[in-house]
């Protein structure tokens, strides 16, 4: 798994057509996964959920929270990794 933002994790998200309904909590720390056709494709690892939810209103930089997606969709271009969401 990879470690990214919060703007490319909804991207991910919405390129491999996965709803971000996760559930309310009221512990944390929690993880939220996120499955499609049984296989885990990514999780948010919740420290603050204030902070997430920040972040679902308003968008803005990531946070204490740490968002993972899993792929192959890494790629090297001029010497930077990059990556390109393939659906």
């Known amino acids: ?3 990214v933002d919060y703007k490319l994790f909804k991207e991910f998200l919405t390129k491999k057509g ?3 309904n996760a559930p309310l909590l009221e512990d944390v720390p929690a993880i939220i ?3 499609k056709d049984n296989i885990l494709l990514a999780k948010i690892e919740v ?3 204030p ?3 920040h972040l679902r209103i308003y968008g803005g930089k990531q946070n204490k929270n740490k968002f993972w997606i899993r792929g192959n969709e890494w790629q090297l271009i001029d ?3 990059v990556m ?3 659906v």
């Open 33 to 35: 996964e996120y499955r």
């Open 84 to 86: 390109e969401l393939n």
């Open 79 to 81: 010497n930077k990794i």
């Open 47 to 49: 420290v603050s959920m």
């Open 18 to 20: 996965i709803q971000d």
């Open 51 to 53: 902070e997430l939810k």
């Open 1 to 3: 798994m990879y470690l």
